[in-house]
């Protein structure tokens, strides 16, 4: 299977979700050969990867950050990162508003929810977020805007285990958004599903996938 066969397999599943096409760990040739084929989404995991990616392939690609962001590392994606999906901590969320203050832009990002039963993965919980999205920094923040939630469900074969993760952050992602009503709070985008979960993430209401094994083939590493 080519790697535009495969986009065109995942596509015909989307039903008006996004797809984001996560390149981690390939070639640049493999997202030229998906950006021929009319993708412009790429998902990265690695500032440094993403950047070098980002300065020798087209400059109509959007750059997609997965993966835990490190704060010292945040400057060199801010200029032309086009949605973090991985903001897990107010500390984070203050540097990438500090950075994009520094060249006055506002920088979309997607809060990253815990919502795995088993796995032991980055992100926040339901008090957390609370905590951050009434908080005074938060408020004062305004080179950022949140425009969603992220979360990965467990890795796991039980498909009603996954689909109750999915559906817990759905139920967040509708909470937050009767509760709240700031100019910064714009939820709409709700990032969920993978290779292995991403139909069942769609039939729960995620507006964008982030696909990887399943359009470049199994990885040897991270
Ligand atoms: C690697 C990764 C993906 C894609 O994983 P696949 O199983 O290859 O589709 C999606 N989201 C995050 C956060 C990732 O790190």
């Given at each position: 299977?080519s790697?535009?066969?495969n986009i065109?397999?995942v ?9 984001i096409?996560v390149?981690?760990?390939k070639?640049?040739e ?5 950006y021929?084929?009319?993708q412009?989404a ?5 500032v440094q990867?993403?950047?070098?990616k980002a300065?020798a392939?087209?400059?109509d ?12 590392k945040?400057?060199y994606?801010?200029p032309f990162?086009?949605l973090?999906h991985?903001?897990?901590?107010v500390?984070?969320l203050?540097e990438i508003n500090k950075?994009g203050?520094?060249?006055?832009r506002?920088v979309?990002?997607?809060?990253q929810m815990?919502i795995?039963?088993e796995?032991?993965?980055f992100?926040?919980?339901e ?6 999205l009434t908080s ?9 805007e949140?425009q969603?939630?992220m979360g ?7 498909k ?5 993760e999915?559906?817990f952050?759905?139920?967040?992602f509708?909470k937050v958004n009767?509760q709240?009503n700031?100019?910064k709070?714009?939820?709409k985008e709700?990032s969920?599903?993978?290779s ?10 995620s507006?964008?996938v982030?696909?990887g094994s ?5 990885r040897?590493?991270h």
């Amino acid at each position: 299977m080519s790697i535009i066969s495969n986009i065109n397999e995942v596509k015909k599943k989307l039903d008006g979700c996004q797809l984001i096409a996560v390149s981690k760990t390939k070639p640049k040739e493999d997202i030229l050969a998906a950006y021929e084929g009319g993708q412009r989404a790429f998902g990265e995991n690695k500032v440094q990867e993403m950047a070098d990616k980002a300065d020798a392939l087209p400059k109509d690609i959007q750059w997609h950050m997965i993966g835990h962001l490190q704060r010292n590392k945040v400057k060199y994606i801010v200029p032309f990162v086009h949605l973090i999906h991985s903001v897990d901590s107010v500390r984070l969320l203050k540097e990438i508003n500090k950075q994009g203050e520094k060249i006055e832009r506002v920088v979309p990002v997607l809060l990253q929810m815990h919502i795995a039963e088993e796995d032991t993965k980055f992100g926040l919980d339901e008090n957390e977020l609370h905590e951050l999205l009434t908080s005074e920094e938060f408020k004062n923040m305004n080179f950022i805007e949140v425009q969603g939630l992220m979360g990965m469900a467990t890795f796991t074969e039980d498909k009603e285990k996954i689909r109750r993760e999915f559906k817990f952050l759905k139920k967040i992602f509708d909470k937050v958004n009767s509760q709240f009503n700031d100019e910064k709070l714009n939820l709409k985008e709700l990032s969920m599903g993978m290779s292995g979960d991403y139909p069942i993430a769609i039939e729960e209401g995620s507006t964008m996938v982030r696909v990887g094994s399943a359009i470049f083939g199994e990885r040897n590493s991270h």
